[in-house]
């Protein structure tokens, strides 16, 4: 597909914010019908999110408290890139933080982001399989309850939305359609 002509000139940015993950920016624009207008966003290093699949086909998910939103969350195990670290480092390294799993095969399934109008994180997911128990090491903020189910268990989750993180979904209907 060719790229199209961008419709919105940045014209002046400014950093309004520097966290330890994200950084808070303010553009002033130009549309294509010459008027000013500002744009918020949200700039973030890129994440991983990994399907794990155990033999007995099942799926490896991850429960944990999400302050952002007040809830409790099921999630597909993901986790923020490092600074010069590569991508399927960094899903190695979260799969095995995150649920003592480590993986012999990995595929790269597809690029997406998770909130384009505000916040540039894009995001790349992975199925891993051939999966091997070790230990989990959690970061010292993370409290995570590990949750192995089935198809027909995660199917059911799904329909009485409980299963509510947008890259678990697109991790999982991959999964349920691959």
């Not at 060719?2 to 002033?28: A, F, M």
């Not at 966003?41 to 086909?57: K, N, S």
């Not at 429960?63 to 670290?85: D, H, M, W």
Request: net charge negative; glycine share 4%.
């Amino acid at each position: 597909m060719e790229r199209e002509k961008i419709p919105e000139k940045t014209i002046k940015s400014e950093q309004l914010y520097q966290g330890k993950i994200v950084k808070l920016r303010k553009d002033t624009i130009i549309l294509p019908d010459g008027r000013k207008a500002i744009r918020e966003i949200v700039e973030h290093p890129g994440a991983v999110v990994i399907l794990a699949e155990r033999e007995e086909h099942k799926i490896v998910l991850v429960r944990q408290f999400r302050k952002a939103v007040e809830e409790f969350l099921l999630e597909l195990p993901a986790g923020t890139i490092e600074l010069s670290e590569k991508i399927i480092d960094c899903a190695r390294r979260e799969l095995e933080e995150e649920t003592g799993y480590i993986a012999k095969n990995w595929q790269e399934i597809y690029h997406f982001y998770s909130a384009p109008g505000f916040c540039n994180e894009k995001l790349t997911l992975y199925y891993a399989s051939n999966l091997i128990k070790t230990r989990s090491n959690t970061d010292q903020d993370e409290f995570i309850e590990i949750v192995e189910l089935n198809r027909e268990e995660v199917q059911l989750l799904i329909k009485n939305r409980n299963i509510i993180d947008a890259k678990s979904l697109v991790g999982i209907l991959w999964w349920l359609h691959k």
